[in-house]
């Protein structure tokens, strides 16, 4: 590695300017006569998009592996296999010289209709910074950048570019930060793309609360944080917010920008400095690796047909998957023929293959007669004498399989869906096909939930096969035929209706501003609370075994909070073929100072088990996974008191309830102020400490103010209830009279003492 400070004192103003924004569509600004060499950069959630030509954004880009979107990942619930899938990533990347890629990206699934949630993870934080974690991992072990995206709060395409998401702190650290700060602290991404969203009124390119006091100050981010592309609105105003570099480029002006406003005193060159800095650290790891060579295309090829299969969801079976001695199999729908297979937008991948379908499951019928049908139009127009090819096909077949493919007309990035329906064809279609034919399977292509309740009663089966990868075709076939047991779980919740959702009252908002009154329910944490039926709970997907949750045990009933807790359980295969079953482990608080969700993941664990295997999975549960985010406090805090350890097969199927007592060791700084209610003054040890004695003579007084003339006791006997919550000053204000000194003054005391107090 170089001597960065050596090469910023020879660095001109200018050429700092310059470094700190690209020189084309993908890569960095060289300096030749100081050896710094540029930084090529490429998109790559989940594939590598290298476009040959780096002041084009739209060319077509060089073949490589497309693999499963992120919400088929997420429903592997495999830290391992993303590690490997990572790896993978950096193998291909390495070859296609390629130094940085664009993702993953980690924000949360806040409603089922935001156009990019297929590039997202899931509902759930702690599932998706653990997943985060693990790609990151994967593909930075093996010398290749990542970058964490888009942060922060980026969760809709409608206006997306300038939209202000309007989020409360303690939702915003709950729910839309903590799978970013996870990646941040596990993974150290080389870098963190920032959202072209604004967030609470700053734009996320120029928030210095989000840039330089959270992600680089409090979380200890070293890499450099780049804009999403065109997120930047005011070059110095980014600079000052904390963002390293800008990109595309080339921006004249945006340079020229920066070196006027250091010459004139408007930004300190500390501030350029430190942002050219983080760039050449960055800019020379990269070259520690050498780039070029060839990738193995059938080896990565075959891991993206695994990835695919294990992330696949059996939503019902009514017995007749997997299939087996049928002779006609009546295939039907246009997926089968052309596999929909990834999503639109920048993700978009040239793929080195992808595997048809309908011939996949030829290759495995055996001897079994497959005709097919195409069912559905590739627009949104409607043809019934499809659906009576379709029908005809199904009635004279011993079992019907559908691929219903979501066209990209209805999801893909810029822009949002307007429903979670299917076409209209193909709803019309599978309830036609379904009422000639009982034996009916439903395998669905899509990055989102989808509405099912007009037709799911009808079918036998339905997997869900997501935006599978180029070899997803391989995949599905194999889950039919039970080569592959399918051990995928939805990583989010899917609706009955969209009136069920959590933001349905505040999406997509308007006039340039987005509330997110739901707060921290999202998902399943919404569902919970309202006791909200759903169509398929989050954590959930069936399997073609059984398996059984035994001796959970807990490490002690009281712990510490710093120690932690360590949860086991063992988990047994009670059926007859080998399976993979993701273990959950949910924590609920029974009594919390503030409203907390019924319950919250956080740990999991997926076990591989043979028939009558039986594996122990222990899982350890740290400070945060009991800790809330206060407000008042600007910290995460415990509480002592008991808590229900949750082991569960989804949310929805508790296996077994532990009941633990956490001590808690935290000393919390006394917030108290002139507004404090005496409800926060009794809250607080120091405060009710001091207050304690003063509260009985305001009760007395209280009691002789509102007493009935009667002697009875009347209202004062509850009048302290109603002050509870009205600030002490103003209680004593109304006692005014009584007192022996002003009311303001005699709060200033009392918070001098709690303050002052250990």
Known sequence: MKNIQSLIEQMSLEEKAALCTGASFWTTTPVERL??????????????RRVPDVHSIGAKSLPATCFPTASSLASTWDVDLLHKMGEALAEEAIALNVDVLLGPGNNMKRSPLGGRNFEYFSEDPYLAGELAVSLINGIQGRGVGTSLKHFAANNQEF????????????????????????????AKPWTVMCAYNKLNGSYGSESHALLTDILK???????????????????????????????????????????DAVLSGEL??????????????????????????????DAHHKLAQKVAAEGMVLLKNDGILPLKGQQHIAVIGRAAENAHFQGGGSSHINATR??????????????????????????????????????????????AVLYIALP??????????????????????????????????????????????????????????????????????????GKVNPSGKLAETYPLKLG??????????????????????????????????????????????????????????????????????DITNTGKVAGMEAVQFYVHDQKSGLVRPEKELKGFAKVELQPGETKT????????????YHPKYRMWITESGDFDILVAASAADIRHTLTVTLESSLSLPCVLDKESTIREWLEDPRGQAVIGPLLQQMTAMSQQAFGDDDGSEGIGMNVMDMFMDMPLLSVLLFQQGALTMPAEEMVDGLLMQAHNMK
């Open 217 to 259: 100050n409090e979380w200890g981010f070293d890499g450099l944080i780049v804009s999403d592309w065109g997120a930047v609105h005011d070059r110095v105003a980014s600079l000052k917010g904390g963002l390293d570099l800008e990109m595309p480029g080339p921006q004249e002006k945006r340079v020229k920008a920066v070196v």
């Open 617 to 628: 999975v222990s899982i350890q549960l740290d400070f945060r996974a009991f800790a809330f």
């Open 500 to 569: 069920d959702t959590p933001a349905y009252l505040n999406w997509p908002g308007g006039a340039g501003e987005v509330r997110y009154g739901e707060g921290l329910f999202i998902g399943y944490r919404y569902y919970d609370a309202r006791q909200v039926p759903v169509l398929f709970p989050f954590g959930y997907g069936l399997s073609y075994t059984t398996f059984a949750y035994s001796n959970p045990t807990v490490s002690g009933s009281t712990f510490k909070d710093a120690d932690g807790l360590t949860v086991t359980v």
């Open 35 to 48: 050896g710094i060499p540029e930084m090529l950069v490429s998109d790559g959630p989940h594939g590598v």
């Open 268 to 297: 300190e060159e500390a501030i350029l400095n430190e942002s050219v800095r983080r760039i050449l650290n960055i800019v020379f790891k990269a070259q520690e690796t050498p780039k070029g060579g060839e990738f193995d295309v």
């Open 159 to 186: 206006q997306r570019f300038t939209i202000n998401a309007q989020v409360d702190e303690r939702t915003l650290r709950e729910i839309y930060l903590p799978a970013f700060e996870k990646a941040v602290k596990q």
């Open 408 to 481: 990209s007309y209805k999801e893909s990035e810029g822009y949002d869906r307007a429903d979670l329906d299917l076409t209209v064809q193909q709803v019309a279609l599978i309830k036609a096909v379904a009422k000639v034919q009982p034996k009916t399977v439903v395998v669905l292509n899509n990055g989102a939930p989808v509405a099912m309740s007009a037709w799911i009663d009808g079918v036998a089966a339905v997997l869900e096969a997501w935006m599978m990868g180029q070899a997803g075709g391989a995949a599905i076939a194999d889950v039919l035929f």
């Open 354 to 399: 992808v595997a048809v379908p309908f011939k996949e499951l030829q290759s495995r019928a055996e001897n079994a007669e497959l005709t097919y049908a195409e069912g559905y139009p590739a627009d949104d127009s409607f043809h019934q004498e499809m659906i009576d090819q379709a029908v005809g096909l199904a009635r004279s077949a011993d079992v």
